[in-house]
DNA sequence: TATGAATGAGATTTCATTCAT
DNA sequence: CATGAATGAAATCTCATTCAT
């Protein structure tokens, strides 16, 4: 059976998940992740090679699915608006509906060191190939401005999300983040200032905001 | 004779930035900063509590001075536009400009361990203070969309700023940040949609776009 | 059938060697010697009590091996002083053709604890008994001197042949510890003085040393 | 003051040695020696930079120790033959006065790994040259043989001391080590063959022999 | 004020060995 | 006989902090 197909896999990285999210990212000792996984200590380097390898894994499954939900959620969605759209309303519904999950991503593993942030940065890139995908299709087609670098527009867009979900999780949950999904595309996409009737990005009778 | 006015305690700060820029945060031990700064390890503990409390001053100190420098950018602006818009020139500029602190605040000092996060946390609030003002002042005049609840536009605001200095540092300072400032206003205040002649945000004669 | 007699013993123990002098005596687990035997490592524990256990049955094996070649070399040789060059000469040629086993004797298992030495120095006493048999029958035909214990005498043999190996298996095998046999020969037989002409150790016309 | 003249680096090494032969090397944790030594277990490392640093250090400092008790042993005595009777003589008295030194250094530390063997190993050629002094003086003097390779007879000299060394600490030290000095030095002066009658290396008048 | 030598708690990781299959 | 996944004990080393001077 493959290593990495074995159930005490995905019980070790959920034990880690559950750890890091109570206890901290410097209190995860591998000890009472095993112990939470009901496997021992040795056990966890039979499919992890060391510490820092057991977080990147974790990041790595979690990010992949947070990517793999936007992709689906994006689903055959044609207008590059309408898929910033969803896009922005299931990277918070992913992060919003795991709060557990929320804490580790967002401040938790933020505390690992250079060598782990390294890795974990490299894995951003299949979040942001997303987005750039977007922004892509929306500069071609005229809907997105070309005005700024599209590197900018994804600082944009990721930063906005980021804070957001990080705030939500530094607030203790406190408010409703699935309710943002909409102002926040809104602000993405139409910008801070009052918009005028007629205004920025009212497209076609297909457009996001027709569908809301 | 004020503790916090020897010239001691502002070298410690300066050597546990220099440190913790060069060696990273995980590296950066007391000792090493006590001799960048050329006093003893024990002397360190004469002007600070414990290492979180040096940290946490290092940032409250680093934090004091952008926030001034951005209040002192707004100057005597009144447009929320134009506040707004020297702000984030100001943010990109004050980091921009330094790139040994900003490889501190946005990288080496989000490795600090939850309690540090959670002062850190407390003392941005005097930064999304000015943010927040001016965000009121746009909307109380109606300049600003009324349609987002304002602590989200501050996260656009925020998430994006930061986002950016992070890739900025991330990416080995190889692009212009500086250039950044115009183009980042405009996505912040008009969004990523394509804006129409006549379009969005442009108000008086003093409006940001007027002066560009 | 015995278990001594199995294939897989001998494998074992092969492995062993081979391991032991590619990786060195502490990076030598029992799952790579399983590994290179190509059996489980669970099997090692069915031919061999322990660890302690598999790296003396591998002492003894190979020492056994020496011996009985000595043995054989010694064949139906009369003078003791033939008899102790032919043991000399053999105990080179017995390692210094076998270089693996040679870094695993001289280098490798002399790292092993305490307790495996101990079993190991027990085993020597197979190969000292050849060389006190042959002191003794020197001293008892008046051939070698009695004023000196016959023990010691061992320990000048022995002491000798042993760094002289060593210091083949340290210095890379670079040079020839075969053409070593005879010069060591004469210098145990006679010492390092200067020799007379007519001096020490001529005997008959069988000695030794009319076949040089 | 000096990190190495504080009496705590000596104090250290005192109780490595202690505690090496008391348990054994493997047995030999930093702890139990910071015990011994009086001090924190970290302390040890404000003097040495890890384990193996200690080990290395614990035999540097005590063969420099015999060899300059060789050398002070070997004096003023010019003739070779006298030099090398004294150095043998001193060898065995150095370890044999020092059991707890011998166990160490003949036993105990071979059981290091390979990264402190080789420099252990390096440690030896100190030793190595006196020997190799005396044995190029008696060569070059017409004393000593040269028929054979002058490395080879330190072979003789070194491995015949270094077992009998061995031999007397595995005995549980139950023979006099020291009374073997003269007869070592007869079986390797003259060799193990019978010495007849005006036999080999009686020099003048000032001759070893003469002086037993 | 200033020093800096000393402290000592605490976690990762390895690997011989077992045992259910 | 054979397997190999799982076990779990054990020790080095770091570094924030203290305190006698």
């Keep these: 059976m493959s290593v990495r197909g074995g159930d005490k896999y995905a019980a070790i990285l959920d034990a880690a998940q559950h750890v890091i999210a109570r206890q901290g990212y410097h209190n995860a ?5 095993a112990a939470e996984a009901g496997v021992a200590a040795g056990t966890v380097y039979l499919y992890f090679q ?10 790595r499954e979690r990010l992949n699915l947070l990517v793999s939900e ?4 994006i689903g055959d969605a044609v207008d590059p608006r309408e898929k910033l759209r969803r896009a922005i309303a299931q990277h918070l519904r992913s992060l919003g509906t795991r709060p ?3 804490a580790v991503t967002q401040i938790e593993m933020r505390q690992a060191d250079t060598q782990v ?11 942001f190939a997303v987005i750039d995908q977007i922004i892509a299709e929306g500069q071609a ?10 590197k900018q527009i994804r600082n ?3 930063g ?8 939500w999780v530094m607030s203790g949950y406190k408010f409703d983040i699935l309710a943002l999904a909409e102002p926040t595309y809104r602000l993405i996409a139409h910008g801070v200032m009052q918009h005028r009737e007629g205004g920025v990005g009212n497209g076609d009778s297909g457009s996001p905001e027709a569908d809301l």
Tied chains: 1, 2, 3, 4.
Excluded at 70 to 73: G, R, T
């Design 29 to 33: 000792q591998i000890s009472r992740i």
């Design 141 to 150: 087609s005229g809907l997105f401005t070309r005005e700024v670098p599209a």
């Design 160 to 167: 906005t999300l980021d804070q957001t979900v990080t705030a």
């Design 156 to 158: 944009l867009i990721f």
């Design 70 to 73: 936007i992709k689906e959620a």
């Design 100 to 102: 557990e999950l929320a």
């Design 50 to 59: 060391n510490k820092p390898d057991l977080l990147v894994c974790l990041f």
């Design 117 to 127: 942030q390294q890795q974990i940065s490299n894995l951003m890139k299949g979040w």
